[in-house]
């Protein structure tokens, strides 16, 4: 496993406060618009997929396309351009598999949009979130067809998760002292809040 060094990136709504007015503005806006069409149009196809088209088969090939569309969009063009991570798995002369998580050097803080970064995010969050839904929803309801379709979803949404966190971020390593970092300071502030009086 390997990391190549960055500066970061803005993630979950971090930026500059000064360059917040200047990066507001999308620069990919088609980018924006597809890393989001793919994954949402597969959780409405799901859900109205009775209404659609009473077959299983034409809805489950279609929510399987979108997903894969899905799965490419935000990991080759997406996260590259709105936010400058990449992730990828090669494997060496000696068959070892060997994961890359990349993060670009920038030199310029303008060259990454807060507007952009937030629609990345958020698409990367909240849909995994529907998809965890939907299958604990058809495992208690026992619609044992769509249990692959819906697990499919969330390996392939939680995968390019998981990479761009680890892009973020760094190593497992990482990951643990960051949560311990934040509830560090979560604690620290309540313990330094100043009690209201009435």
């Known amino acids: 496993m390997q990391r190549q060094d960055t500066q ?61 569309c899905d799965f ?16 990828w798995n090669q494997v060496d002369e000696n068959g070892k598999s060997h994961w890359v998580f990349e993060s670009k050097k920038t030199h310029s803080k303008n060259t990454k949009s807060s507007a952009e970064s937030r629609v990345f995010w958020l698409g990367l969050l909240v849909c995994p979130i529907f998809w965890i839904l939907f299958v604990l929803s ?8 769509w249990l692959v379709v819906v697990i499919l979803g969330l390996v ?11 892009c973020k971020v760094g190593g497992k390593s990482n990951l643990r002292n960051m949560a311990k970092n934040y509830l560090g300071v979560q604690i620290l502030k309540r313990a330094t809040k100043q009690p209201e009086s009435f």
């Open 8 to 68: 970061d990136a803005p993630l979950f709504g971090e930026e500059d406060e000064n360059n917040q007015t200047k990066r507001s503005k999308m620069r990919h806006p088609l980018v924006s618009f597809f890393h989001l069409f793919f994954r949402t149009s597969a959780i409405l196809v799901y859900l109205f997929c009775d209404i659609l088209s009473g077959r299983f088969v034409v809805c489950m090939v279609t929510i399987i396309l979108l997903l894969s």
């Open 72 to 87: 490419w969009t935000v990991k080759n063009v997406s996260g590259r351009l709105l936010v400058g991570l990449r992730w």
């Open 138 to 145: 058809t495992v208690f309801s026992f619609n044992i067809k």
């Open 156 to 166: 392939l949404q939680w995968a390019n998760l998981y990479g761009y966190v680890r």
